[in-house]
């Protein structure tokens, strides 16, 4: 076998086995509404489970005030994700609060409750919060890391 063809069939099987794209996954034009939301919106692109239902929705109280609720779910796992414009955001703060950085450099709060786990942060006149609703755990127990959320965030495009 010649070297270029070995070559060949090694960067088919790296490319197609590192694609982690799932068809489930929203995409923005998925989103009805999407355009009322007055910035540039990113999703995420990675999540730690192959979503089996996805649904996106926008919500809108007043000209400044639209939400965007993203929700991927499996018969064990729900993750959500708010995109808020930062005009409109109500501060978060809570008990347990940890400051983390992404990997960016943003800095990012990270709340955990015992029910959920949220990491909350701001890019390009939003503000983004993805909340792990814990179900199928001990309570008390985060079911993933924070530096697996972090690996999330860095996954929105």
């Known amino acids: 076998m010649k070297l270029s063809t070995l ?12 694609n982690n ?8 034009n998925d989103i009805e509404g999407i355009k009322k939301f007055p910035h540039k919106v990113k999703l995420p692109t990675r999540l730690p489970f192959d979503v089996e239902v996805s649904r996106g929705e926008v919500n809108e109280y007043g000209p400044n005030d639209v939400h965007i609720i993203l929700s991927y779910f499996t018969k064990d796992d729900n993750i959500e994700v708010r995109i808020t414009s930062l005009e409109a955001l109500d501060v978060m703060t809570g008990e347990n609060e940890q400051r983390i950085q992404l990997i960016n450099g943003t800095y990012a709060k990270y709340f955990f409750n015992g029910h959920t786990q949220i990491l909350s942060w701001d890019d ?6 993805l909340t792990v609703y814990l179900h199928g755990v001990e309570e008390g127990t985060e079911k993933y890391t924070v530096d697996e959320l972090v690996e999330i965030a860095a996954s929105f495009k």
């Open 21 to 28: 794209s799932d068809p489930n996954m929203l995409a923005l």
């Open 7 to 18: 070559i060949f069939f090694v960067l088919i099987i790296f490319v197609t086995g590192c």
């Open 124 to 129: 390009n006149q939003s503000n983004y919060s």
